[in-house]
Structures are given as C-alpha cells and as structure tokens.
C-alpha cells in the first residue's frame, strides 16, 4: 500500500493532540511507553491507543507516519543527519507533561543554525534537511512517511 503524503499541518495537529493527551495523563510519557535505541538517541514507542480516534477523525493512517517519544542528551553535534524521503516535525516537552524541563543548554539544530529547546515549541524540516538534537530533552518526533518503511529501508542519513 502507497504511504499518503501528510502535511506540514497534519503533523503539528497530531504532535500538539498527544501533547495535550500527555498534559492530562502524564503516564502516556513514563508508564505508557517501550524503549528502544535509534542510531543512538532513545526513543519510545507512544501507545497508538493513544491517537487512534484522532486519526480516524482526521483520516490519517497510521502506517502512514512514525511517532515516538526521543530524548536527547547529547552534550555535542555529533549526530547531524538527514532522512532522504520524510519531512519531519518535533515538539520540546516538559513538566507540563510530565517530564523534565529541556535544560537551559538544549539546542535543535537545522541546517546550519541553532535553536533553543523550549518545552511545547515545534521544530519542522523537509526532508534532506540536517538536523540534530543537543542538550538533554525530550521531544515528540513525528516522521512522514514511517522512518522504517514496509520493506526495512531506514530513512536516516548520518553525516557526522
């Protein structure tokens, strides 16, 4: 099946809504969620029960887009990359959500610039845009299409 293209809007509305779901239920941020590593940022599986209904009411397909929950905590840019194919939107949590605030050195970094972290602000980059994350944070990452598509094929590029 082909991945719909999402919009730029799509992907806020739907990282805002499990932002304000985390706002009244701060266990959808630490008991709700499963672990793993991803090219060496953590990264964790939000429950899709979470956002069923919300994609259903907006007719978004859920096998159309990747969403975790990251944290960054890098002291260094070491980790710029770009995804070939997805574009991209991230939104800095915090306390209001259950988690720490970003800490007063966490930086995004897109193309070239620098931008502080700042719990509920978005960050959004087109795909082949590089980007990093700095500073100790966490973020709701939102990818279309899916950063691992249907056949395995990874979308991230590490440049350095």
């Known amino acids: 099946m082909k991945t719909k293209n999402l919009s730029k809007y799509q992907l806020m509305t739907l990282a805002y809504y499990v932002a304000s779901k985390m706002e009244q239920d701060h266990s959808i941020a630490t008991d709700k969620v499963t672990w793993t590593d991803y090219h060496g940022f953590p990264v964790g599986a939000i429950d899709r029960d979470v956002y069923a209904d919300f994609c259903e009411f907006m007719g978004i397909d859920m096998d159309d887009f990747t969403l975790q929950l990251a944290e960054s905590f890098s002291e260094s840019d070491a980790g710029i990359h770009h995804h ?21 050195d966490a930086k995004v970094y897109i193309d070239g610039e620098y931008f502080d972290a700042e719990a509920g602000e978005f960050y959004y980059f087109n795909d082949r845009v590089n980007h990093n994350f700095c500073g100790k944070f966490h973020f709701i990452n939102l990818q279309n299409p899916p950063l691992v598509d249907e056949t395995g094929h990874d979308d991230f590029v590490l440049l350095r």
């Open 84 to 104: 070939l194919k997805g574009h991209q939107l991230v939104v800095a949590l915090g306390e209001e959500c259950g988690l720490p605030n970003p800490e007063p």
